[in-house]
């Protein structure tokens, strides 16, 4: 009996820290998105979660691990958009579901100055693991195998150009250079196929 009152309580402890770390995330994008992604701060976003600054360092050791959790988020998102694009679209079908994610995740540009930061840690591990998700599924929805070294070197510049159209079409630089991201998708696309 005191064993499964344990366990109970142990479920709800567990519970609890999950849901907190949640609300400290929801509320750490709310600031990012209000000030951006490298402007965020510890103190903000514990203001922003109704919760003492020195409480989220139970859940963050810093500001770069919080970064690296929103991003690790993103890239779920990212590997979720591109499974779900129409398999007949190909890379342009999945291209598009990661430009639409891209273009609004200020937090991927942010993480990468993060990521030397929290090396080793558990935060460094779930970004990884969420970046191979996101890289297998770009791979599958593209039709570019990731088989070998040549084929991964294939889907990491297949990732590598959608993340930089995602810049230069958040920064407009893309418009103003006359294209379109569906030009270039469809240019990436005619490359890899090929």
Do not use: W
């Amino acid at each position: 009996m005191a064993e499964a009152a344990v366990r109970i309580s142990t479920g709800r402890r567990h519970a609890s820290k999950a849901a907190s770390r949640a609300a400290i995330l929801e509320a750490a994008r709310r600031v990012a998105v209000r000030d951006g992604a490298r402007d965020l701060s510890l103190r903000g976003v514990a203001a922003e979660a109704g919760f003492a600054p020195a409480a989220l360092y139970g859940y963050f050791r810093n500001k770069d691990e919080l970064l690296l959790a929103l991003a690790a988020d993103d890239l779920s998102a990212l590997a979720r958009a591109m499974r779900e694009a129409p398999p007949s679209g190909g890379l342009a079908g999945a291209g598009a579901a990661a430009l639409d994610i891209l273009r609004g995740a200020e937090t991927m540009a942010a993480a990468s100055a993060a990521l030397p930061g929290v090396q080793g840690g558990d935060a460094e591990r779930l970004f990884n693991g969420r970046l191979i998700a996101a890289l297998k599924a770009l791979s599958d929805a593209s039709g570019v195998s990731a088989t070998g070294r040549q084929g991964q070197c294939d889907v990491l510049l297949l990732a590598a150009a959608l993340s930089g159209l995602a810049m230069f079409s958040r920064s407009g630089r893309l418009d103003a250079l006359g294209f379109t991201p569906e030009e270039m998708i469809a240019r990436l696309d005619s490359r890899f196929r090929g």
